[in-house]
């Protein structure tokens, strides 16, 4: 059971109701009336973002179901709120909660283009391409504030360096021209996703992030500047989202889109509980059908961390599922597999006074 809703807060526009403690913590805190008949005193529930800065920026792994082995994320915690977001858990790593600490109390990390160009430079460093955003997203709305991403586009366009990102924040939008440049030389990919069509629906799931409609925009002007764009139909949520699988890959290809993937929902650690809570907040006619689903595709059980299982979930349901997506997939002309990015140009930028005024 997740602990109740403090009473003093107005959580507009939030995905979670409360703060669980992460699971590394040994003391949890729950809210009680003490007795007294009296109104308390409520106050807006605003973001909060403090700075971090980390000796490096470049994360590696080597997991054997994910396509890159390198990473960056200029952000812990998410604002948008998504409140199936795998990435929760990493906030109680912090010491913070993953229910609405993750989505209001933000860590930037303003260093993270200079540690790039220093970590570029290196002898050691050999190319491959970089992801962005595979934890949290970098285009969320505190980015339009701080601008942290273009800097580490520059650095990326300077060394000719190719560079995957999965985002759903419009402000990607604003460095379309740096996306669009690295993009004519072959060397980026930007994955949208997009988990309904369906603007109320995703209001509650995601209560920060852009309605639908404007992630196909997104779609579309980036593929107009020539940037190739991959639909994300992510999470495929069973009984909410999974029948808009062929819409969504309609949708998307018409707005541009060239290549697509799907992904099964996941609730790892401290996710599944606060995706239990939502469902029976705002779906409770529905709430056992979909755990039911859930754990058809995961053993029996809430989440299935292993490798090659996690995304793609198991059993005759998810099978269906796949095999839908590959159909209208095909049906619909995108193309298999993802591009295969230039890494032949990767090297140190000619020494010219504006670049090294940059940091």
């Known amino acids: ?105 933000i860590t930037a990390k ?34 339009a504030r701080l601008a942290i991403m273009p800097d580490i586009l520059r650095v990326l366009r300077d060394w000719n360096h190719p560079v995957t990102l999965v985002t759903r924040g419009r402000t990607v939008l604003r460095d379309l021209d740096l996306w669009a440049e690295l993009a004519a030389r072959n060397q980026a990919l930007i994955g949208i996703s997009i988990t309904t069509l369906d603007a109320a629906l995703a209001r509650a799931l995601e209560p920060r992030a852009p309605t639908p409609e404007v992630r196909l925009r997104m779609i579309r002007e980036l593929s107009r500047a020539g940037v190739p764009v991959r639909v994300m139909v992510a999470p495929v949520i069973p009984v909410l989202t999974e029948p808009e699988i062929e819409s969504i890959l309609t949708a998307a290809r018409e707005a541009g889109a060239s290549t697509a993937s799907m992904i099964a929902l996941r609730l790892p650690h401290e996710v599944a509980p606060l995706f239990r809570d939502w469902l029976q907040r705002h779906k409770p006619d529905m709430a056992t059908h979909v755990m039911n689903r859930v754990q058809a595709m995961r053993g029996g059980r809430d989440n299935d961390s292993r490798f090659g299982h996690r995304f793609k979930g198991e059993g005759t349901e998810a099978q269906l599922a796949r095999q839908r997506f590959r159909l209208a997939r095909r049906r619909l002309g995108y193309h298999e597999g993802m591009p295969a990015l230039d890494c032949t140009r990767f090297g140190p930028p000619p020494r010219t006074g504006d670049q090294l005024s940059l940091f």
């Open 1 to 105: 059971m997740l602990p109740p809703s403090d009473p003093t807060e107005r959580r507009r526009a939030r995905g979670s109701a409360s703060r669980p403690a992460g699971r590394f913590e040994n003391l949890a805190r729950e809210h009680e009336s003490d007795g007294w008949d009296l109104v308390e005193e409520t106050q807006l529930l605003r973001t909060e973002v403090v700075t971090e800065r980390p000796r490096s920026i470049i994360t590696r792994n080597s997991s054997p179901d994910i396509s890159f082995d390198r990473s960056i994320n200029p952000y812990r915690g998410c604002e948008h709120g998504c409140i199936y977001c795998y990435a929760r858990p990493s906030h109680a790593y912090l010491g913070l909660s993953p229910g609405l600490d993750f989505e209001t109390r």
């Open 110 to 143: 303003p260093d993270a283009a200079e540690l790039l160009q220093r970590e570029l430079a290196r002898p050691s460093y050999k190319v491959a391409p970089i992801a962005l955003g595979t934890n949290t997203d970098p285009y969320q709305p505190v980015e």
